[in-house]
């Protein structure tokens, strides 16, 4: 099975820009979640998507946006970029199901992105 | 969603087991616990995860004592290639299991 993919890998923008990363989940995995790991504040939540919705997110501004494909596949978006979001962004899919057992989460190699 | 804290760096060298110790105390009855290990410029990925008592798989073994207010990861002969950042995670419930809330880890650095 092929495992997350995410597109581009490395990006290189400057201030004021936007940018839309994408994800591509494992097959049959339905939830999407993504992550921004910086240094200084670590792995951080910004997001899940599950059946194109959104269904839990973290403490990000509004410049941080994401949506969901029926075929599962996911982008996120950062408008006005700002120095400070130059980042690994990383996505994660899990299968999710209805039950109460814990679903592994699979991270995609991330993409780097450089705010300049 | 439960605190965690973990040491922040470990040191070990080739060919011995290695321990690495997470406490939740705020830990809730449905919580599980889960560990994740990173290498530089790569996504987490899972190791292992328990609910009480010892899980081993064929990677690592995760100590949950009754109260479940800690865990402890076992490595068994660690090698080189075992240097990364372990993460513990508690309180991914299935319904929060897409918000992951990763502490800041543990460094393990194994020597020859």
């Known amino acids: 099975k092929a495992g997350v993919t995410q597109t581009p890998r490395y990006l290189i923008k400057t201030r004021g820009q936007q940018v839309t990363l994408s994800c591509s989940p494992i097959s049959g995995h339905r939830s999407v979640s993504w992550y921004q790991q910086t240094p200084g504040q670590g792995l951080q939540f910004l997001f899940e998507y599950f059946s194109e919705t959104q269904r839990n997110k973290g403490n990000f501004p509004g410049r941080f946006s994401g949506r969901q494909f029926s075929n599962s596949r996911s982008e996120m978006n950062v408008s006005t970029l700002e120095l400070g979001d130059s980042a690994l962004y990383l996505c994660a899919s899990s299968f999710r199901s209805g039950g109460s057992s814990y679903n592994e989460q699979f991270f995609g190699p991330g993409t780097r992105l450089t705010v300049l | ?112």
């Not at chain 2, 087991?17 to 290498?39: G, K, L, M, P, R």
């Not at chain 2, 918000?99 to 800041?104: A, E, I, L, Q, R």
């Open chain 2, 1 to 112: 969603l439960a605190k965690t804290t973990q040491p922040i760096s470990m040191d070990s060298y080739e060919g011995q087991e290695v321990n690495i110790t997470c406490s939740h105390n705020n830990i809730a009855t449905n919580d599980y616990i889960t560990w994740y290990q990173q290498f530089p410029s790569q996504g987490p990925r899972f190791i292992i995860q328990g609910y009480k008592t010892k899980v081993t798989n064929e990677v690592a073994s995760l100590f949950i004592p009754a109260d479940r207010k800690s865990s402890t990861l076992s490595l068994p002969r660690v090698s080189l290639s075992d240097t990364a950042v372990y993460y513990c995670l508690v309180g991914v419930q299935n319904t929060n299991a897409g918000k992951s809330t990763f502490g800041d880890g543990t460094t393990l650095t194994v020597k020859p």
